[in-house]
């Protein structure tokens, strides 16, 4: 039996344990009631919100969640049935085209194109453009569903097709006149929560991180915290004290307030509702999917099979050169960077402040 070019990265034990998944995943979905995850179905079933099923699209996600255990089955089937629960509660795709509240406009920005032209989803978070921490971080709930409408939009314009880096995204945090050794209660709430969720709920999705315009002090808490982190995370995260810096790991294609040649990080932003515009495009694709002669059809594309994950196991230490911009599980921080934490190995995070942040407040 052969198989499919999307699984021909993975060993044999991995495959097995992605077998046993799709074997339980029925199970899974009827114990939850719920069949999306970030905007695709899990299943045939046609009720329930997502676009239309795909197995490819389906194993992709799936093997998001058992790398993020291991490919522990017993770990991994927790953690998905309790990412579906909290879906089907929290209505993520609802934050991903609900208007939120105008204070959070300057604080999100997303783009989708890198160097040259190619797709590149970028999620910028950029905290030093909050003046009133209480009235951003106090209302949680507002705040927190802004900033899972963000990340949902961004998983949106993903392919979900293609293994490793084509279903996962950038995300660079600017702490541009943020002071991190003065954290209010609203804003260390509003840190803890948001890594909690994003931990849980959103295994795999992120291919680097990117801390910039972060101030020396934290840059030795970060290179502290990172001695105690797998190879495999330290790869993804890296840190600057002068956010022009960025370009180096990026390219030229960064708008020049990070050192490239790119325009306004506000031109570059994607349109407000690419969810919505996504849906649409499908719906438009499926009528004309209705017009082909018979015996025409259509399949998933399928990305690089040789592609490697970008978390996969590398024997990795902090060098004294700058990052390479296009290899990203070899992705190391320059001489005037350190790499930095994450609460979890397997986890991703999205908080307001870095965890290191608050290592540094207590």
Same mark, same amino acid.
């Given at each position: 039996?052969?198989?499919?070019?999307?699984?021909?990265?993975?060993?044999?034990?991995?495959?097995?344990?992605?077998?046993?998944?799709?074997?339980?995943?029925?199970? %899974?979905?009827?114990?939850?009631?719920?069949?999306?995850?970030?905007?695709?179905k899990l299943s045939e079933a046609e009720d329930g919100p997502g676009?239309?099923?795909?197995?490819?699209?389906?194993?992709?996600?799936?093997?998001? @969640?058992?790398?993020?255990?291991?490919?522990?089955?017993?770990?991994?089937?927790?953690?998905?049935?309790?990412?579906?629960?909290?879906?089907?509660? @929290?209505?993520?795709?609802?934050?991903?085209?609900?208007?939120?509240?105008?204070?959070?406009?300057?604080?999100?920005?997303?783009t989708d194109k890198g160097a040259g032209g190619e797709p590149q989803?970028?999620?910028?978070?950029?905290?030093?453009?909050?003046?009133?921490?209480?009235?951003?971080?106090?209302?949680?709930?507002? @705040?927190?569903?802004?900033?899972?409408? %963000?990340?949902?939009?961004?998983?949106?314009?993903?392919?979900?097709?293609?293994?490793?880096?084509?279903?996962?995204?950038?995300? %660079?945090?600017?702490?541009?006149?943020?002071? @991190?050794?003065?954290?209010?209660?609203?804003?260390?709430?509003?840190?803890?929560?948001?890594?909690?969720?994003?931990?849980?709920?959103?295994?795999?999705?992120?291919?680097?991180?990117?801390?910039?315009?972060?101030?020396?002090?934290?840059?030795?808490?970060?290179?502290?915290?990172?001695?105690?982190?797998?190879?495999?995370?330290?790869?993804?995260?890296?840190?600057?004290?002068?956010?022009?810096?960025?370009?180096?790991?990026?390219?030229?294609?960064? +708008?020049?307030?990070?050192?490239?040649?790119?325009?306004?990080?506000?031109?570059?932003? %994607?349109?407000?509702? =690419?969810?919505?515009?996504?849906?649409?495009?499908?719906?438009?694709?499926?009528?004309?999917?209705?017009?082909? +002669?018979?015996?025409?059809?259509?399949?998933?594309?399928?990305?690089?099979?040789?592609?490697?994950?970008?978390?996969?196991?590398?024997?990795?230490?902090?060098?004294?050169?700058? =990052?390479? =911009?296009?290899? +990203?599980?070899?992705?190391?921080?320059?001489?005037?960077?350190?790499?930095? +934490?994450?609460?979890?190995?397997?986890?991703?995070?999205?908080?307001?402040?870095?965890?290191?942040?608050?290592?540094?407040?207590?």
């Amino acid at each position: 039996m052969s198989i499919p070019a999307h699984l021909q990265i993975l060993q044999p034990s991995e495959l097995e344990a992605l077998k046993k998944l799709q074997d339980e995943l029925p199970k %899974i979905l009827e114990k939850t009631d719920y069949n999306e995850m970030y905007g695709h179905k899990l299943s045939e079933a046609e009720d329930g919100p997502g676009k239309a099923y795909s197995e490819v699209k389906r194993d992709i996600i799936l093997l998001k @969640f058992l790398k993020a255990r291991d490919y522990d089955i017993a770990q991994t089937k927790d953690m998905l049935t309790d990412a579906l629960k909290w879906r089907k509660e @929290f209505d993520p795709l609802d934050c991903a085209s609900a208007k939120h509240d105008s204070k959070f406009d300057k604080l999100g920005v997303i783009t989708d194109k890198g160097a040259g032209g190619e797709p590149q989803v970028t999620n910028w978070n950029l905290y030093g453009a909050v003046s009133n921490r209480k009235e951003i971080f106090g209302d949680l709930k507002g @705040f927190l569903r802004w900033r899972v409408g %963000i990340m949902e939009r961004s998983l949106a314009l993903l392919d979900f097709t293609k293994p490793g880096a084509g279903s996962m995204l950038l995300q %660079i945090h600017d702490y541009k006149n943020v002071s @991190f050794l003065r954290l209010d209660a609203e804003t260390k709430a509003a840190s803890k929560e948001t890594i909690r969720v994003f931990q849980s709920y959103y295994p795999e999705t992120l291919e680097r991180k990117f801390f910039v315009n972060v101030p020396t002090l934290m840059q030795f808490v970060f290179g502290f915290v990172n001695k105690f982190l797998s190879r495999e995370t330290v790869a993804k995260f890296v840190v600057y004290s002068n956010g022009k810096d960025l370009h180096k790991s990026l390219g030229s294609w960064v +708008p020049a307030e990070y050192g490239g040649k790119g325009g306004p990080l506000l031109e570059m932003a %994607i349109s407000d509702h =690419p969810v919505q515009e996504a849906e649409t495009k499908e719906t438009k694709e499926k009528e004309k999917e209705t017009e082909k +002669p018979v015996g025409t059809s259509e399949t998933d594309t399928v990305g690089d099979a040789a592609e490697p994950a970008p978390t996969e196991p590398a024997a990795e230490t902090v060098p004294t050169t700058e =990052p390479a =911009p296009t290899e +990203p599980a070899a992705e190391t921080a320059p001489t005037e960077s350190s790499t930095a +934490p994450s609460a979890e190995p397997a986890a991703e995070t999205a908080e307001p402040v870095s965890e290191g942040a608050k290592v540094a407040a207590q």
